[in-house]
């Protein structure tokens, strides 16, 4: 059975720091498949992948993983639009 999605993402925000040291976000996103729980971790400044595995599935959601460039979360994905 599926989780609700904000409870789905609540619940992966708190594992996440088991996998890894690198800031990361959690984030419903879709495509043609359907939803899924997007994970966002940015590399170190030097570009290292500092993530151990992340579960997937989660909760009946299928899970993406992303490599995003040190900053990218802070600036891009919750830059404050004007």
């Not at 904000?6 to 996998?19: G, R, S, T, V, Y």
């Not at 997007?38 to 992303?66: L, N, Q």
Request: charged share 30%; glycine share 6%; with cysteine.
């Amino acid at each position: 059975m599926k989780t609700e999605r904000e409870q789905a993402i609540q619940n992966l925000m708190k594992i996440m720091p088991d996998h890894t040291d690198s800031a990361f976000i959690v984030k419903q996103e879709g495509d043609d498949s359907g939803s899924y729980l997007c994970v966002y971790v940015e590399r170190t400044e030097i570009g290292a992948e500092v993530c151990k595995t992340i579960p997937t599935p989660f909760e009946g959601w299928r899970v993406v993983h992303v490599w995003c460039p040190d900053g990218f979360i802070k600036h891009i994905l919750e830059r404050h639009r004007e």
